[in-house]
DNA sequence: GATGAATGAGGATTCATTCAT
DNA sequence: TATGAATGAATCCTCATTCAT
């Protein structure tokens, strides 16, 4: 239920606005507040697409607000309507990013892949990552930008953790042998393998980045599957964890 | 004769700033003018120090330069006296940190590792590169920032250049029958993944941090393997490349 | 004596300097104070006229203290070893160009001159005068500037008080008949006349500044002659003020 | 129509301005841009006003932009709203009295001048540039000032040359027989000694003022009368001119 | 809700002035 | 005395944020 979602957003984009509390839209009637929030809605998806272009073309301190409500067609202050302040802007970006990234995630890591064999799986997977990164550039300068005030980082981290996890477990389920501190770094360094790549794919287009795109998919490839194999045969890896 | 170095830096660091030009003091005095310059090159030090710190802590933009004058322990006019606006700042530490980081990287890449096996010499290549950079975080903010005003970039681009050129021409020399295109992505892609698990590496601390850097080895030994052995087997990149 | 008027210079120049008193300079001992007056002496010519280059060169505000210094081949501090302030410079350098104006201007007004026809007299007067300016142009830059702090201008003023009353003077010693107020007008208008004309003149060079100075005396020329000759036959002057 | 002039000058105001370029709001509706424009202007006018004020009793390095905005009862970014640094805040009000003085000028300039007796026609001429630089002490500022960014300067070179230019060819129609570089002196001279006469003028109030006031014409009815004159008796120029 | 002019604190930079050497 | 590095208040300007319309 996508609006239920949106309302949330709503709430959440306004939470910690002005002074005041707010007036909380008469809960009786039922058709006008609706069509409110859905014009605002609509303000708060033009305005933070707006702000995805800004941020990625100027950084997080570089983009101004003025900038974000020109581009987006508005005033600054109907900006200041729908988000209390620039953080938040970039927050309620920064959630949508991560739900649809969530999203994208979630049918990229479903069971039906881990039959697949690991070259495969790691098309099946892989692919729609690297698309949804392609068509939302904004993502990684969310992501990684050291200068993004700590809330924003916080966030990130908080849906980063919850991706590591769920990696973790499903590397832990399919080798339940290994080591639980070994399977929190192969699913971080797979993480941060992967987010390095892609930052390579994205700097190139057309034929290039298929080719990045192959390559990145033979590093992951090359780095998982010893321990998918039976035969863990990774020579630094044995040398250095079988002490 | 690093203290050579040091001074011309001095002056580096000084060149434009003011509207005037330095008398530049007889240079054929030995006693005073050098005591003036050493007090110089350690302010301009401290202020670098101070800038690399506020730098990593809140990026290009969000330092300002009264709190790294201010972390510098002296006034803001003070930091202007040795460097004629921020950029300046962001570009002499950049210069510097890419000179000691060409030291580094010259001094790791020397011809008598590839003569090790591999995995020595990752170790022998990497735990330099490692070092250097656990030792300046600044190096990789002041390299990967977005929000870095133009020259420190393009600076940081033709090191990047060199750095890839010759890890490709090494690539080359000892895999003579490797595509020029695929050297060119073997190279760029060992680079961004060094860098990312280095950011792995280097937000953790003691033992987890050992953890992480074999983890990095690990990943990049699975890399290159492949290239280096007689029997190129990995799996996609057979599939992809050999038509 | 110029060594007295010196060592009261020197003295107006240190007046209100720091918070302290002056030592004072054990008025007992004779030899070493006046030589160490007298290095101060040429520091302070040294100074000023380096002072009046920048000011020509950039106005008041715009000449810095650092400038002048440097332009004197000394250092900031030392400059201010003998003066309190920027003010001071310009207070200093006003006054000794003053006193030199009023020498010159002393030297022109001679009442020998009275005697000569008009013209002659104004070769006489004015010749000198504009010789001065030329040599002093920054004269006219600390009189003129609009920018200048009051207390210069008040010094100035002083000055062209007096100035103004010993024309005045000869006007009424020559033309008793005219009413005082006439008589002050007169003064003060031939003053900026000729500052006036002055500009033009040093605005150019060669030969074209002697035209502008032929030109510049004529004005004042058909300006005075109608109250000089037994005929003041000036027309509008008639109608104004013979009502 | 003046307010057109206005609002072209409200443009002019603003251009280079920010970064952007300004949206430039359909001309074609009338209401509302126009209540905008006016508001606008008004703002404008307000900065100006202050502006004259603070430049009359600053010079314009004196004059800070917050000073300016504080005596125009506005905040410093308001200041900047409508202006995008100090030095164009000088060229609008420069260019604007500069408009208002070639209309003065054009006005006091007309051919049926040129039929009065010299003495009437100085009235005619003379009157409303008085009145004109007394009304806008700052078209004196702006238009002397030796520390004024140059474009300002440059704009008010044109003004000159064009003003001079009409002088020396009105001079030049009734005095055929004048040599070119006589006339272009005495056009010039006639300036000065107008300018000079008018500081002068403005010093003084009330009765005073008037006293000054034909205490100039007089300076400029003689000055001229003998060129204008069928008997050119101006003894200097005689002896000077004619060798 | 929308507007955009207004705000004012904050940031980069300058320069008159001081003080340890 | 001379030096010149250091100071820090003041300046120009920006931009996140507010508010009257």
């Known amino acids: 239920m996508p ?12 939470s910690g606005s002005r002074t005041e509390e707010a007036p909380d839209a008469g809960s009786g009637t ?14 708060i998806a033009q305005l933070l697409e707006a702000a995805a272009d800004v941020f990625c073309a ?22 200041y309507q729908f988000f209390p302040n620039k953080e938040a802007i970039a927050i309620e970006l920064g959630e949508r990013l991560m739900d649809r990234w969530r999203e994208t995630y979630g049918a990229a890591f479903v069971v039906s892949h881990v039959e697949l064999p690991l070259e495969r799986m790691l098309d099946a997977v892989l692919d729609p990552l690297i698309a949804f990164n392609c068509e939302n550039p904004a993502f ?43 399977a929190t770094r192969t699913a971080e360094m797979s993480f941060v393998l992967f987010k ?26 090359r780095y998982l599957e010893p321990l998918v194999c039976d035969t863990p045969d990774g020579a630094p890896a044995g040398s250095t964890d079988t002490p």
């Open 3 to 14: 609006e239920d979602r949106a309302e949330e957003s709503a709430v959440t984009a306004r």
């Open 58 to 79: 100027s950084g997080y301190n570089g983009a101004s607000t003025n900038a974000i409500a020109r581009e987006a067609g508005v005033s600054p202050g109907t900006l």
């Open 196 to 221: 390095a790549g892609l930052d390579l794919v994205m700097a190139h287009e057309g034929a290039e980045r298929e080719a990045y795109i192959r390559e990145l998919k033979t590093v992951m490839y």
């Open 30 to 43: 039922a058709g006008r507040p609706r069509r409110r929030q859905a014009r605002g809605e609509a303000r």
């Open 140 to 182: 990684a300068v969310l992501t990684h930008g050291s200068e993004i005030p700590g809330v924003i980082t916080r966030e990130h981290d908080a849906l980063h953790a919850t991706m590591l996890t769920r990696t973790e477990q499903l590397l832990r389920t399919f080798l339940p042998e290994l080591p639980a501190d070994r």
